[in-house]
């Protein structure tokens, strides 16, 4: 008897576990699979994707798995693109079990249900963004819920009527209706709505013919805009993009449908707020993976809001009291005193004890700003006297490049004389006498020129320039003041043109600084003396140069010390050339450093960027 009495407390047992079993075997996974309609990462998706990850990610006891996929049908379409959509999500979400399924937009929700008995079989659906009359057309099926929106042509017609008495024109923008996500329903809803206005229809056409129409609209008429997602000639971009460069050419206001349209020109209307949106539809996907029945979820209904663009306002010339009853005007800023009356009476008296303050700080200010603007000055015209004594330095070399072509000139004019006092003087030679005058004057000419630039003070002023060139004349130019010194000159250059964006005779006041330096520190050496100019390409974006030698070096606690102002280990030098230079190189967005070489000497490299 206890035996039968114990088999029969167990089956009781298990009879009464078993709901609690069902119900665990049938609890949902923590996962939503969010289908956007559209690929247009704009305002609206940015908020309204905001307010669905604020709710799904906002349990700290539940936490919940987002899975997000952009099916981009407002740029895509045909039977060959949505297989290859389901193929894909088929095989991404094979072993990734989905609790619930957030279709945005009426395309992705009639996918979505094509999809779902062979993709996620018995996995519930929320739609968002679906408007009244597409959920009307679509009943409701099995394992649906979602966010139903109210947004009727004619909150639009009220609105434009609001912001533009005597209204008798509307000029409708934006694409074709059957790729508009939130605005299908309008097509049907305008004769009704629009009824003894003039209609304007630019729906469907390119943005530059949507420009140049709304430039020209008369008087009395308004701009109602539902959403554009290209130019029409292969260019795509958000709404807001597209709202934006039509209001930049827009004679008249312009109605909008959705708040983050706001912002880039529209004057207002009966708006969609995304964030609530997706807030709603992550609330519905909750209770659902909670426990809830679907069929127990009812559908939320979101109607359009009347607000208003505060700046747009003011352009128009709107004033509030015309808006519809129970309107919000955005984007206008409290003033201090509305959201602070008590405090901002604390405020002032703080303010007038720290006037005195105020103004002391001010005028340190604006002594200080004096001096940042005159330091340019002031680092010009030490360049230029660093410059001037340069050239004094080198002298012998400048008069060496103009003794040549001068005393050349001097030999074929005396020449050219002799010829034509001979009885038959051959013209030819006298033609080639002169075309060898003409050179060597033009060379002379050459070395006055290059000579007035260096000393010229001019501001900095970037070009084209090829810095082989630079190296190259630079050297030249320090040839003989080398060869006076017992200095040998070697450069090194990469073939071709090194193309670089830069000031030619800053650049050469640095090559020069260096080299100049260079020899300088090698006047001890009795023999030996050499001076290597490389240029080096790295990896096509900048190009490095090094200037070497063969002195002693730097003292390696001096090598930090090199670049700064009137710093200097020579007896008569006035420590700028450096300082200089490595002001030069950063003008030009570049870096200058020093360094001992292992075999002895110093090097000094910078580096440029190269032209684009």
Known sequence: MIRIISIRGLIFGLLLLAPACLSAAERRPFSVLVLDQSDLRGPFYYQLSAGLRGVLGGNADARVTVYGENLDLTRFGGATYTESLKLHLQEKYRDRPIGVIVAIGAGTLEHTLRWRQELWPGTPIVFAMLDETDFAKLGRPPDVTGVVMRIPFAGAMKAARAVVPGLDTVALVGDDWDRQVLFSHWDEEIPAAAAGLKVIDLVGQKMADVRKRVAELPEHSAIIYSAMFSDGEGTFYPPSTA?????????????????????????GGYVLLPSEIGS??????????????????????????????????????????????????HLREPTFLERYRWQSLAVFAALFIQAGLI??????????????AESPNRMSE????????????????????????????????ETAELILKSADPDLDEVREILADI???????????????????????????????????????????????RNVALYLQTVPGDIRIKGDPVQLQQVILNLVVNSMDAMAAIPYGRTVIGRVELNGGSTAEISISDSGPGIPPDKLAQVFDPFFTTKDQGMGIGLSIARTIILAHKGRIWAENQSGGGAAFHFVLPLAA
Do not use: C
């Not at 700046?311 to 009291?321: A, F, L, N, Y």
């Open 243 to 267: 709202l934006g460069m039509i209001a930049e050419k827009a004679n008249r206001p312009i109605v909008v449908g959705a708040e983050p349209l706001l912002p880039a020109g529209g004057i």
């Open 280 to 329: 709603d539809a992550a609330r519905l996907a909750m209770r659902i993976l909670a426990g809830e029945r679907t069929e127990d979820v009812a559908p939320v209904t979101r109607e359009a809001k009347p607000l208003f663009n505060w700046h747009q306002m003011q352009r128009w010339g709107v004033s509030e009291s015309s808006l519809p009853e129970g309107s919000q005007v």
């Open 359 to 372: 103004a002391f700080l001010l005028h340190e200010r604006h002594l200080r700003h004096d001096a940042e």
């Open 382 to 413: 030490l360049a230029h006297v660093n410059r001037q004594a340069t050239a004094g330095e080198l002298s012998s070399s400048i008069a060496h490049e103009l003794n040549q072509p001068l005393g050349s000139i001097l030999a074929n004019a």
């Open 438 to 484: 003409k050179r060597d004057d033009q060379r002379a000419g050459e070395v006055i020129r290059r000579l007035r630039g260096y000393l010229t003070r001019a501001p900095f002023e970037t070009k084209d320039i090829d810095l082989n060139q630079i190296l190259g004349e630079t050297f030249e130019f320090l040839s003989v003041q080398a060869s006076t």
